[in-house]
Nanobody
Framework: QVQLVESGGGLVQAGGSLRLSCAASGKIFTINAMDWYRQAPGKRRELVAGITTDGSTNYADSVKGRFTISRDNAKNTVYLQMNSLKPEDTAVYYC??????????WGQGTQVTVSS
C-alpha cells in the first residue's frame, strides 16, 4: 500500500505563489510516476503536471511557464511550485502515484483559492 499526504494549499491573491507538497509513504518502490491534478467546481478533474522517477516532467498548456513540478527522493516528496497564480487556477488539487498499470493511489486533495 502507498499513502499520500498533501499540504500547502490556501488562499492567495492573483499574481501570488503557493507550493504544494505530496509526501509518499509505504510501498514507494512500486511508484514510477506522480502527478498533480486539479478539479474546479462543476468541472472535470484535469492533469496539471507529472514527473517520473527519472525526472521527466510534463505540464498542461495552461500552467506551462508558471508551475514547476519537482521531487525530493530523500523525502519521498513531490512538489508543485505555483507562481503567477490566476483566479482560474482555483480548484482542489490532488496528487497521485502511478505504476506502469495506472494510478495506485490518490491523495485527499488540498484547496487552492486565488482571489482577483
Amino acid at each position: 500500500q502507498v499513502q499520500l499526504v498533501e499540504s500547502g494549499g490556501g488562499l492567495v491573491q492573483a499574481g501570488g505563489s503557493l507550493r504544494l507538497s505530496c509526501a509518499a509513504s509505504g510501498k514507494i518502490f512500486t511508484i514510477n510516476a506522480m502527478d498533480w491534478y486539479r478539479q474546479a467546481p462543476g468541472k472535470r478533474r484535469e492533469l496539471v503536471a507529472g514527473i517520473t522517477t527519472d525526472g521527466s516532467t510534463n505540464y498542461a498548456d495552461s500552467v506551462k511557464g508558471r508551475f514547476t513540478i519537482s521531487r525530493d527522493n530523500a523525502k519521498n516528496t513531490v512538489y508543485l511550485q505555483m507562481n503567477s497564480l490566476k483566479p482560474e487556477d482555483t480548484a482542489v488539487y490532488y496528487c497521485n502515484a502511478r505504476n506502469p498499470l495506472g494510478v495506485i493511489k490518490w491523495g485527499q486533495g488540498t484547496q487552492v483559492t486565488v482571489s482577483s
